[in-house]
């Protein structure tokens, strides 16, 4: 059998999350010459997501559908996996660092006694051998990390630092549906309940504005939602705003929170703590809108407005809506 | 019910890092009970209280982690156990973790594991899952509640935001998320009592483990810090000029927007 990487496609609601794509690019640096075959696991007609892989650069797509797979549980998508890799002996497996990544990957890597490299922001091959980056230390240190042996490759990549491939609809490929009886499921979900607002996921959002103890209130954040919308971004806080109840802890950025890194960060009355930068120092460009010259996050920021936010905001809204529309 | 408590030294939260001679240079650092097992021994605490039973709190560390381990006992946990890797192993893995956790867990018949959902330092939230999985014992990470009664536990877990509501039978490995709990602080007399309390030390070879059995599946070649950040630009002049500025150095300069 020739050598091929296996990805795992993560629907969320039925849609491939951007990840997904992103593990395609990252198969690609380990070995651009093999087989990428990808498995994408879900309850219905999972069609339209393997050609969707296909167009992004997967050679190949195995589906998995089933009852016991409509909601994640890492037995199910444990079993499925392992009997993939099984069949299939992939010489490498990427999964996004996701919830379901997180969660499954250290399971299968204990059954079968692998090495497993989480949450790699960079591949990068040495003299043959596959080197991953990945942050420790929320982001404040790096560490480079290779496989002891020659067996098999394991890795989870963080969303959004390796770059999908340009999707190209006219790509082709075998498209198979497997069966696997999905059983003996020793943790049954009874209900999920959607708290996340619709539309970007923070961390997979390429513009991400942050508010503060400084915006003041819950109402304070309508200004963030509206310039976050604008943008087609996310909206996230520090902990100081969670504390005090202005938004839902599942918008935390930090050490104990989620860890970002869009391309834009707009940090918005957040004084940047030291707990607050480990979760978002590693953006790309970041900017910092606060009343205080001496604000500590002045110093992580590319571009900083010393300012009134309640002043800044609408302005920065009507400014980047007129820019808008010169450049439409 | 038999509780036990994974638990990790890790860097104060305060802590600048480092880095000499391509390790992270601990000389001076403050260290803690990483941030996620403090909401496990608090919930532990919490559970034996309501249903009865013990906790036990262990970690894989050195002589140091003595501190981390007494200020759990001091919360309220009965007894702890301080697998002391130092003179044994120079660097291990989360296999390696696992599999010393996995031969300690041995016999043991715990009804419930808690753990951390990540630790701080290198965060790979690994050993959790992979013990639960050693032990053929189902596992939920990023929990926020979770009730027991009657062997079963309804748990909720945090999905990126989002809430599951899940069923398990125990025995169960829970890792925990923010927001399970408000862990608490220690009393005076609370430290007193954990002066006393149980503290069993072992090392590899009281488990009949030797470093072979637990040699690390991965290895760290190197360990740098990011770079420094060039010194941003503060803008100046009228409210309004500086968001005209900004909004075009976001998309001219930065190509950003």
Redesign the interface.
Known sequence: MSEKILVIGELQQGVLRKVSYETIAAAKQINENVEILALVLGDGDLQQPAEEMIHYGADRVITVSHANLS?YT??GYGQVIMEVMEDEKPSSIIMGH??VG??V???I???L???????AVAIEKEDDQV?FTR???????????????DGLLFATIRPNNISALEPDSSRTGDIIAKEVDVKDL???????????TEGV???EA??VIAGGRGVKSAEGFNALYELADL?GGAVGASRGACDADYC?????IG????VVTP??YIAVGISGA??HM?GM??S?????INSD?EANI???????????LF??LP??IK??KL?GALVS | MNIYVLLKKTFDTEEAISVSGNQIDESGAEFIINPYDEYAVEEAIQQRDKNGGTVTVVTIGDEDSEKQLRTALAMGADDAVLIDTSDDLDEGDQFTTAKILETFFEGKEADLILAGNVAIDEASGQVGPRLAERLNMPFITTIVKLDIEDGTAEIEKDVEGDLEKIEVSLPVLVTCQQGLNEPRYTSLPGIMKAKKKPLEQLELDDLDLDEDDVEAKTATISIFLPPKKQAGRILVGETGEQVKELVSLLSNEAKVI
């Open positions: 909601n890492s037995e996701t919830s997180k969660d990957t250290p399971k890597a204990s059954r006694e692998l090495g497993l490299i989480s949450d080197v942050p420790i230390y929320s982001g404040k240190a790096f560490e480079k990390k290779v496989m002891k042996d020793r943790t049954i979900v009874k209900e999920v309940i959607r708290k996340k996921d923070l961390m390429k513009i943008l839902d802890y599942s918008l935390q050490q104990t929170g989620k391309d834009l030291i707990q480990a120092s590693n790309k460009v970041i900017v910092a010259e002045f110093k992580m920021a590319d571009y900083g407005i010393v300012g009134d002043e800044v302005l920065l400014e980047i820019e």
